[in-house]
């Protein structure tokens, strides 16, 4: 027969905690009690014999027994030993224990009322049992000065206790922090590569799925439009699956080269797109007008053609076979504009989508401190970007 024995981490804490503080609790009431000891055989040896020795034993014992009090309730504890003190010398210890107890856990102004009754308490003292070879002047210098450094070291410790659990809080909110940051810059960049390969792949994807769909509902072309067909299908494949890799790859929009030193989309890449889409027969109406177009700061370039990327990858597949009108207008200082308009579909898109093409390019735009709006009216969809360009 075995024995099976468990452990539980957070009881054995816990009952550490607690050993440490009743060693406290009794090495602090020890230390009291020698004191008290110390005090008593002193002012025995004096002009008052015995005749207050059994008072002062028990108003010591009473006093020493208040020490235990003095962590939940500090402040009663403390104002109950000077009003101990006021009766026995025996009680000094203690009182003044209390007085600092109550400096290092309570606000300047209950802990300075706490040693001002301290203070007179000991006062009266002296005035019924007056010292041998101490004067009430110099008593009373000692007496403030006692009780005026156990309220500046109470609070100087409580100050400083204060200072070290502030910043262990600033050190611990750092630390969450930074894994917030951490965090929301996975997401950012996860973000970044949805959004990279919806502007990228889906292009790419829309112009494969008009080829083949060519190739599905006109099966009687010749063999050399078929095989030219296919002989595109296959290149725009190899060039997705490239295009796939670099955005893998490459994820910043600052990067002005892409793996293989082939360069990121610009401005300048715009006619490229256009008959690209136009090859694969869509009929594309395209008007650009714009001064001092290699003025063009790159990241809006870059942005600019992924708004018509967009534009027209949505026309292929909400508005097939349907015209497209891209109009591309700017200067610098005046900004640069770009409305795409096409027919509205018949509600059966020629490609699956995700959906949120649009919302990625919206935040792209915006990241570019410009606007994007989208919507039909009159029975034509609109895409319009307006980006800043500055002089």
């Known amino acids: 027969m075995t024995e099976t024995c468990s452990t539980d981490p957070a009881g054995g804490r816990r009952g550490a905690t607690r050993s440490r503080r009743l060693l406290g609790d009794v090495l602090g009431v020890g230390s009291v009690a020698l004191l008290t000891t110390t005090t008593l055989i002193g002012r025995q040896t004096g002009r008052e014999g015995t005749e207050w020795l059994l008072f002062d034993v028990v108003v010591g014992i009473v006093a020493v027994g208040l020490i235990l ?3 939940p309730r500090p402040v009663q504890s403390a104002l109950v030993l000077a009003a101990l003190a006021v009766l026995s010398p025996a009680a000094t210890p203690a009182s ?24 007179t308490a000991h006062l009266l003292q002296w005035l019924w049992r007056p010292i041998d070879g101490l004067n009430l002047f110099w008593y009373v210098v000692v007496d403030v000065a006692v009780h005026a450094a156990l309220l500046a070291w109470g609070q100087w410790g409580q100050a400083r206790s204060a200072l070290l659990s502030s910043l262990r809080e600033r050190a611990l909110r750092a630390e969450n922090e930074q894994g ?21 792949l889906a292009h790419r994807l829309s112009l494969l799925a008009t080829y083949a769909g060519a190739l599905e509902y006109r099966p009687d072309s010749s063999p050399e439009k078929l095989a030219q067909a296919a002989g595109v299908i296959r290149t725009g494949v190899h060039q997705a699956l ?3 890799r670099e955005v893998i790859s490459v994820l910043r929009d600052d990067v002005d080269e892409l793996p293989g030193g082939r360069p990121q989309p610009t401005f300048g890449d715009l006619d490229a797109l256009v008959q690209e889409s136009r090859d694969a027969g869509s009929a594309i109406s395209y008007d650009a007008e714009v001064s001092a177009a ?24 909400h508005a097939a076979g349907r015209p497209v009108t891209v109009v591309v207008r700017g200067r610098p200082g005046d900004g640069l504009v770009i409305e795409l308009t096409n027919p509205g579909g018949n509600g ?11 919302v990625g390019l919206t935040e792209r735009v915006h990241l570019a ?11 034509e969809f609109r895409l319009h970007a307006a980006l800043p360009w500055p002089e």
């Open 69 to 71: 009090p003095l962590g």
């Open 96 to 119: 003044t224990v209390g007085t600092l107890t109550v400096a290092q856990r309570r606000p300047i102004k209950v802990a300075a009322l706490v040693a001002l009754a301290g203070t």
């Open 180 to 200: 917030r940051r951490v965090a929301e810059a996975r997401t950012l960049e996860r973000t970044k590569m949805a959004r990279e390969m919806h502007d990228v």
């Open 242 to 244: 490239e295009e796939l």
């Open 294 to 317: 290699e003025k063009l700061p790159p990241a809006t370039g870059r942005t600019a053609y992924r708004v018509v990327q967009e534009g027209l990858t949505n026309a292929r597949k």
């Open 348 to 358: 059966v898109p020629a490609a699956p989508g995700s959906g949120t093409g649009l």
């Open 369 to 379: 401190g410009g606007t994007l709006d989208h919507g039909k009216a009159a029975g």
